[in-house]
């Protein structure tokens, strides 16, 4: 039951009328793939964006007005373990580690502008000023200090006094004048202009009792009328009114560690995070109905986590949450909702938003990427037959041909294997690697192909045409490489250069099967076309205001399909430059509300080589084999439904069928693809194998247990 | 005015008399003349042994032309000028003492005889001191060159020395790590900047080569360690206060089993199957088995 699955095959029979044929379905069940941990988690209130760190070092910016789509990352790094992660200035993130160093972010570029060293040790905690000039940072030795934020750097201004023990966190108060740095067993309140410390206030280290164990302030907050709000290791939250240096109140919340804070910007209400997993609400409401004298009352308790929640944030209208446990959940209020419709249903994001799994179709190998490591996989077969539904035991297992550890201490940012299973090319934040596999008798031989040319360094996404002839790199500069594979060496063809507009999500790329159109998108001008035999730019499909998730060419007719973040699907004729008459009619009667309110993004299309009406795609939790000959479902009829018993008459499964076939069958899904004609392989992961390799989680005590 | 000699040394000091430790030269003291007040104040008095206080006294008394050191001339003047006569009068006042209380008639000693016997145990004091010396600065010089001897012994041999001389004086400043470039870089950016708190890190690496044969390289690793360190300190600081003892922490197994406790219907625990157990006995298992396949598809062709 538990660790690595093994792989079933299933058969599914469709209806005949629909003319979808039978499958066999390879259930791949054994790609080991375990987020890693959320650690800070920082809501950009002017763009709605969220960014999000993670416990190694992978910076994650999700859009949350585009359907909370992750649009951007900048890969982790083994030393670059971020402690602290704030925005500054509107567009600007900075990060900060136990490295020592504050790290600023280019959200254009998508990589790293600079590392500065801040000389105070590791660093635990970092806070922007509200006016946004200035950066503060509490370091390992006690020391907090004053950075300024220039126009392309940060410099270095001041130190403040110097403190006993490590400071853990910090909070500006709103007026830029006063700051509160939380560390072991007291909180000091400091003034800015002077850089001393006013106030030190001593927080017990158990609520109305005495312990050995030290209490450790992990999140402050400073409010506008002075009082400073303490979350603490041993479960309280206190407040602390920092004109007097003394406490007002004191609530205990839980048993264990409240790990985090975050204040809304009205100063009405703030959440903060414990280390069982629950998430507290706190409100400012008046004491009786008509008085105007208020208090903070703990509202709402939420249980969406199982292991810590590191992370916090409180955006206008949704509480946003990320721990150990590797989900982000956002949580909007119902009273600060507007309208109220599906949007403001709990979102819980836990499968990355982009895909980790290549497939070489003819060989029937998978590639899977992981942090830092590559695995190669080959595929089982069997010779058994059955019925629709059966489990066919499997005459050759699948086998573990590679394990390909990248050098160095970055993570990998994408991957892809060549259709025909001889090339492997990967990329890291300054690398480029690619592989020459050579396969005899069972035996694998891997080649590296060296010196790699000085523009290839760093690539967002990496694609072979489908004779393998040529790679396709999409580099960060926004330039587009277009690189013949020759047998053990490679020669530079063309580079694209990069259009106008500013890039606005990871890029993806197309390729059509006969090898002559190219699709890139990623910038703010839409998607690109190029025609790769001459190389030039072909045409522009027009800008949509939602970031593309999935994009592929279909053979033989060259239709672009085009999925976007809000759960659109465009078709868009690459010959004729216009979008398709399908595309058009779908558009016009709009897709199905179900379709509409899906929380996942699709991550892979594919088509049907011998069937050009169909298009096949998945997102985690269903695959759906879109049939353009049928007609589409309107918002009355039924979206999904499954197959009816074939002893049912063919009037109704005529009259009940429409375009969009949903399977539910195979969840969660990382990947799924058409091998050939009659084989699917679905890659999928259930959500207990991952939970089964986290960190242990705060012992529960259940009466009975 | 009395000047009253007393001898003290090393071996009267401890109540032995030793005789070959009486130089005259360590055998000074301090005395304040009070007749020279206003000059100088101490000055150095000779003192005398206890036992051959008759015989000395007389040739210090008259043995003032011929000293045998700087020393003894200015202690016989010292005790000529003042006190030579109020030297005398106790002495004699002793011998007459000792004829008192002895019946027998005092021997009869000349002068002369008296001081020779004084300058021949004086001469042969002096002649055991100064053999005690030279045997002691033999002594020690052999020491000496036994110790650098061993010392070379121990040290490499001349030509390498020669060369790590002449390559010190020549020594390449290389920093290994781009790390500690950039660090460097930063810190004279930040030095430039005007920033006095900066903890001042060891700036640059010696990197010394020795030989032709370049086969390794000495370098620095303290402040690569020294950041290290502070990280790992970090590292385990946060993994103390998380997971560290003291904390209720529970594995996942259990944490996820607690709802199958309380189920109306009980069921397994989450992980109840244990995967990883036997590994290496069912690939035994199975390679026993291909092997009998193999042997069963041989024997039943035949």
Redesign the interface.
């Known amino acids: ?3 690595r699955g093994g792989e079933r095959r299933a058969p599914r029979v469709a209806s005949p009328s629909a003319g979808m044929g039978e499958f066999k379905v390879h259930r791949v069940r054994f790609f080991n793939y375990v987020p890693s941990g959320i650690r800070c988690v920082a809501y950009n209130n002017q763009s709605n964006r969220l960014a999000v760190s993670r416990t190694d070092g992978t910076v994650e910016i999700y859009n949350l007005s585009a359907n909370y789509f992750q649009e951007k990352f900048f890969p982790g790094h083994e ?1 670059r ?1 971020t402690e602290a992660l704030c925005w500054a200035n509107g567009q600007r993130l900075f990060s900060a580690g ?3 160093e504050i790290i600023e972010y280019d959200l254009q570029a998508l990589n790293i502008k600079y590392a ?2 801040a ?1 105070g ?2 660093i ?1 905690s970092m806070a922007a000023s509200p006016s946004g000039s200035q950066l503060l940072v509490g370091c ?1 030795d006690g ?1 907090v200090k004053l950075f300024q934020i220039t126009p392309d750097k940060i ?2 201004e ?2 403040f006094d110097r403190q006993k023990s ?1 400071i853990l966190s910090l909070s500006w108060h709103p007026a830029g004048t006063h700051i509160a740095a939380g560390s072991i067993d007291y909180i000091s309140v400091f003034d800015v202009k002077s850089g001393s410390a006013i106030h030190k206030m001593l927080v017990d280290r158990q609520y109305m009792g005495v312990s ?2 030290k209490c ?1 302030v992990w999140g402050v907050a400073f409010l506008s009328d002075g009082t400073v709000i303490s979350a603490d ?1 041993a479960g309280k939250v206190q407040f602390w009114d920092s004109a007097t240096g003394t406490l007002v109140k004191n609530h205990l919340i839980a ?3 409240v790990q985090s804070i975050a204040v809304s910007d009205q100063e009405d209400s703030f959440v903060v995070g414990t ?1 069982e997993g629950t998430v507290f609400h706190f409100q400012l409401v008046s004491v009786t109905s008509n008085s105007s004298e208020k208090q903070w009352v703990r509202t709402k308790p939420f249980q969406h986590h ?1 292991h ?1 929640v590191r992370a916090v944030a409180h955006s206008p209208i949704a509480l946003i949450s990320g721990g150990t446990d590797t989900h982000l959940v956002i949580r909007p209020l119902m009273e600060k909702v507007e309208v109220k419709n599906y949007d403001a249903a709990l979102r819980k994001i836990t499968f990355p938003h982009r895909r980790l799994v290549s497939c070489a179709k003819k060989k029937q190998l998978l590639l899977f990427q992981f942090a830092h490591h590559l695995e190669l996989w080959r595929l089982g077969s069997t010779v058994a037959t059955g019925k629709n539904g059966d489990t066919l035991p499997l005459s050759k297992n699948a086998d573990h041909l590679l394990h390909l550890k990248t050098k160095g201490p970055e993570n990998i940012i994408c991957s892809c294997i060549s259709p025909c299973g001889s090339w492997i090319a990967y990329s890291t934040a300054s690398r480029f690697f690619l592989y020459r596999l050579n396969y005899e008798h069972d035996n694998i031989n891997l080649q590296r192909v060296s010196k790699m040319p000085a523009f290839l360094r760093s690539a967002l996404q990496i694609l072979f045409s489908e004779d393998s002839a040529k790679l396709f790199v999409a580099s960060n500069q926004g330039s587009l490489h277009v690189i013949r594979l020759l047998e053990g060496s490679f020669k530079h063809l063309h580079t694209f250069q990069p259009q106008s507009g500013t890039v606005e999500s990871m890029c993806l790329l197309a390729v059509s099967p006969d090898g002559n159109w190219l699709a890139a998108s990623g910038t703010s001008a839409g998607v690109h076309v190029y025609n790769v035999k001459q190389l030039k730019l072909h045409c522009t499909v027009p800008a949509y205001n939602f970031p593309v998730t999935a994009l592929a060419i279909a053979p033989n007719t060259n239709n672009l399909v085009i999925a976007h973040s809000d759960q659109q699907v465009f078709e868009y004729s690459i010959p004729d430059k216009q979008y398709t008459q399908w595309s058009r009619t779908i558009q016009k009667q709009g897709f199905h509300h179900l379709w509409l309110q899906r929380d996942t993004p699709i991550t892979h299309i594919s088509f049907h080589p011998k069937r050009p009406m169909h298009i096949l795609l998945h997102d985690a939790y269903m695959f759906c084999i879109i049939d353009k000959s049928l007609p589409l479902p309107n918002d009355k009829t039924l979206l999904y439904n499954p197959l009816p018993p074939t002893n049912e008459s063919d009037i109704i499964r005529r009259r009940t069928a429409h375009a969009f076939k949903i399977s539910k069958k195979y969840k969660p899904l990382l990947f799924m693809d058409l091998l050939d004609e009659r084989t699917l392989v679905a890659v999928e992961r259930p959500l ?1 194998d991952i ?10 005590k ?1 009466f ?2 | 005015m009395r000047l009253c000699i007393a001898q003290w040394g090393l071996g009267s000091c401890r109540g032995r008399q030793n005789p070959r430790r009486l130089p005259f030269t360590s055998r000074s003291a301090c005395v304040l003349i009070p007749g020279q007040r206003s000059g100088a104040a101490w000055v150095m008095v000779q003192l005398r042994p206890r036992a051959s206080r008759a015989p000395v006294s007389a040739s210090a008394m008259v043995d003032e032309g011929q000293p045998a050191s700087e020393e003894e001339a200015e202690h016989g003047l010292l005790l000529g000028q003042p006190s030579s006569g109020a030297a005398a009068e106790p002495l004699e006042e002793d011998e007459e003492g000792d004829d008192e209380l002895d019946d027998e008639a005092p021997e009869e000693l000349t002068f002369a005889s008296a001081q020779a016997e004084a300058k021949e145990e004086e001469r042969r004091v002096r002649e055991t001191v100064r053999r005690d010396k030279t045997l002691l600065k033999e002594k020690r010089k052999r020491r000496e060159e036994l110790f650098i001897e061993q010392k070379k012994r121990k040290l490499l041999p001349d030509t390498i020395l020669e060369k790590l001389t002449t390559a010190s004086q020549t020594s390449v400043k290389k920093s290994l790590a781009k790390l500690k470039e950039v ?1 460097l870089q ?2 004279n950016e ?1 030095c430039e ?1 005007g ?1 006095d ?3 001042a890190k060891e700036k640059v690496q010696k990197v010394q080569t020795v030989g032709q044969n370049k086969s390794y390289l000495a370098v620095r690793l303290k402040d690569q360690d020294l ?1 290290d360190s ?2 790992e ?3 385990a ?1 946060i993994q103390n ?3 560290g003892p ?11 089993s ?1 709802d199958s ?2 189920l109306p219907v009980k069921k397994a625990a ?4 244990n ?2 157990w036997g590994s290496q006995k069912k690939q035994n298992a199975k390679r026993f088995r291909r092997r009998w396949m193999v042997r069963k598809m041989k024997t039943s062709k035949k």
């Open positions: 039951m538990w660790g030393s373990a136990l490295n020592g500065m060293d000389f040790g590791p635990w390992e020391s410099q270095f001041r130190n490590r050995k164990r450790i290791s048993d264990a560690d280390a199982t810590d207990d939970i089964a390799q986290l960190p242990p989680p705060i012992k529960k259940k009975g247990t | 660090n930063k810190k930040e900047k920033s708190s900066k903890k950041r502070r990280q300190a970090a590292k600081f206060c998380l997971y003291g904390t209720n922490r529970t594995t996942v197994n259990k944490f996820l607690l406790k309380r989450a992980q109840f199957l995967n990883a």
